[in-house]
């Protein structure tokens, strides 16, 4: 007798973002809230910048800028997703945050805040004196354990000679997921870059998105919702190929994992036009002229059955 399996509860969609703002002495900018109790999130309490989605917000990323200018003025050249927070919201429901990581070295008393008490900054090794939900401490500590050494606080100094002793010159090599989504009938899910993208612009891609401080199939997950709207489930992710590759000589070498979904909720969506112009499903025997040269590897290779696969690396 099979038992039946109840459904499982959607995922709740991220509509709120906050900013990770770090300088070049490893420290964290944080905001002291205002202490109205019931009225706001997290009274009294040390924080991120940051707020929900609003109707005129593209993107996450545009709700993060956006708040960052209405709370303090603040306009970053670079920020960066860095992962998901989960908070509890005073229902006790669980609340996803995108964070974004972003370096600035200015002064936060200079600043015009238009919510909370106070911004400032603060060493990793601070946090424990504040009055800070334990979530944003560990999120902080992960940031600042990947920091390089150049940032890299003050009270390192162990991981900074960890770091210098690394034999040869040793390279972290950067880790992208992949979204291998194919129908029934056998096409594959591609998007199509945007003409400004810093990464193959006006070029096909399998939906992607960089490691950050989470699981790979934690990214992959994150990922489909927010690029495409497509909401995939944990158990019903697979590995199916990993391509080892260099763009060109002297890049940074990357490790790309493909992850099948064998089962998704949803049809593609443009949630990130900044990002992707158009989803469309190939054949896989008609792909287009111009696709990422790795990504066309690595659907032959899932055709093929093959696991492992290498290319840019010197003969």
């Not at 709700?63 to 960052?68: F, P, Q």
């Not at 390089?148 to 880790?175: F, K």
């Not at 064998?262 to 049809?267: D, K, L, P, T």
Request: glycine share 8%; aromatic share 8%.
């Amino acid at each position: 007798m099979t038992t039946p399996q109840l459904p499982q509860a959607p995922e709740p969609e991220t509509a709120n973002a906050s900013a990770l703002i770090y300088n070049d002495h490893g420290e964290y900018l944080l905001h002291l809230r205002d202490y109205f109790p019931g009225r706001i999130w997290e009274p009294g309490m040390w924080s991120l910048l940051g707020g929900g989605r609003e109707p005129q917000d593209a993107t996450l990323e545009h709700t993060v800028r956006r708040e960052l200018a209405e709370e303090a003025g603040l306009d970053l050249a670079d920020l960066t997703p860095f992962g998901t927070e989960y908070a509890t919201d005073d229902t006790r429901a669980s609340v996803p945050i995108a964070i974004y990581a972003g370096r600035w070295n200015g002064d936060p008393t200079e600043l015009r805040l238009t919510e909370g008490v106070m911004l400032a900054w603060f060493s990793p090794d601070d946090l424990h004196r504040l009055r800070i939900a334990d979530t944003t401490r560990d999120l902080v500590r992960r940031h600042a354990a990947g920091l390089p050494v150049n940032t890299a606080p003050q009270s390192g100094l162990v991981r900074q000679q960890e770091h210098r002793a690394s034999p040869h010159g040793t390279v972290l090599n950067v880790i992208g997921v992949h979204l291998y989504l194919e129908r029934p009938e056998g096409s594959v899910l591609l998007g199509l870059r945007h003409p400004d993208s810093a990464f193959a612009p006006s070029t096909w891609h399998a939906l992607a998105g960089h490691c950050e401080q989470e699981s790979a199939i934690a990214c992959l997950i994150r990922e489909a919702r927010e690029e495409a709207g497509l909401h995939v489930a944990r158990q019903d992710v697979e590995l199916v190929h990993v391509v080892h590759h260099i763009d060109k000589a002297g890049d940074r070498p990357r490790m790309g994992l493909f992850f099948r979904a064998r089962a998704w909720n949803g049809e593609p969506e443009l949630r990130e036009p900044d990002k992707c112009t158009e989803w469309k499903f190939w054949d896989p025997a008609a792909l287009p002229d111009n696709l990422v040269p790795y990504t066309r590897q690595a659907i032959a290779k899932i055709q093929n059955g093959e696991l492992y696969s290498e290319t840019g690396w010197p003969a």
